[in-house]
């Protein structure tokens, strides 16, 4: 996947930002909606002082479902017309999440794709890099203390809507996190980060605090995909540390960073994270 580049960019007055991923795997049902909203509320509670960009997915399954509906019609879609009918998943997600946020109290404003500003200068999305035209976020940030943004999708030279590949959310978050110099980048998953196996299937997993780029890459290149590998390979490039951890309060979390740096770097994490809970 293409390196991503950017505008720069002054956090918002004077601001740090942070960019928040959440994905499907956590927003299962209509009620995940709400309990996301919670924990952003939390976050930002505990960091009044930060502005968030909270990137998301399509609710669990329902790319899979659009995809059904898409060969329904045509048994190989036009790439142009799935990819926006992919869209309509993850716009469904930020307005859900913005409405949500709005009951709480929370002030956040909801961006489209366009909006978002990541664009592919060719009009093949294999070519050239992804770049962050952040003048419209920017100025949200300002303004406002949330925005909420749809992952997995950029546009090309054309306007037109392209997907990043599937995992494509966690990969935004990375070129958003790169492009508006945030202070971290975190990837919300449904466990508290890296195991040795899957948690979820077995009991004896052991949890992972620290991997290099290196280590995440291999992981990825072997079939673990709890985080995009080509949003892995993209943060080694531009040296961006990533915390990943669950909604869950007082649970771990597996940072991936440079190894030299990162490891030193992880009781500190932990302590960091912790605070926010």
């Not at 709480?104 to 500003?117: C, D, F, R, W, Y």
Request: hydrophobic letters at 45%.
């Amino acid at each position: 996947m293409p390196q991503g580049s950017s505008q720069s960019l002054e956090p918002a007055r004077g601001r740090e930002i942070a960019v928040v991923k959440i994905g499907g795997s956590i927003l299962i049902n209509a009620g995940a909606y709400r309990r996301a909203a919670i924990f952003v509320r939390s976050m930002l509670r505990a960091n009044p002082e930060e502005r968030f960009v909270v990137v998301v997915s399509a609710q669990e399954g329902a790319t899979d479902s659009l995809e059904r509906s898409a060969r329904k019609i045509h048994r190989e879609p036009n790439s142009a017309a799935r990819d926006l009918l992919w869209s309509t998943g993850e716009i469904r997600s930020v307005a859900l999440l913005t409405l949500h946020l709005e009951a709480l109290g929370v002030h956040a404003a909801p961006l489209n794709i366009h909006e978002a500003g990541l664009t592919l200068p060719e009009t093949v999305r294999e070519a050239g890099h992804i770049r962050l035209n952040a003048g419209r976020l920017a100025g949200v940030l300002a303004d406002f203390p949330v925005a909420v943004v749809p992952g997995f999708f950029a546009t090309n030279a054309a306007s037109q809507i392209v997907s990043l590949g599937r995992g494509g959310s966690d990969l935004t978050a990375v070129l958003l996190a790169e492009g508006l110099r945030a202070c971290r980048c975190e990837l919300i998953k449904d466990v508290p980060g890296y195991f040795t196996a899957d948690p979820h299937q077995d009991s004896a997993a052991r949890h992972i605090p620290f991997l290099s780029f290196e280590q995440a890459i291999s992981m990825a290149a072997e079939g673990c995909n709890l985080v995009q590998r080509q949003a892995i390979e993209a943060a080694a490039r531009c040296a961006l540390p990533l915390v990943i951890r669950s909604v869950r309060r007082n649970t771990t979390v597996s940072r991936i960073a440079q190894a030299l740096a990162g490891a030193d770097a992880v009781e500190r994490e932990q302590t960091a994270v912790g605070a926010r809970r």
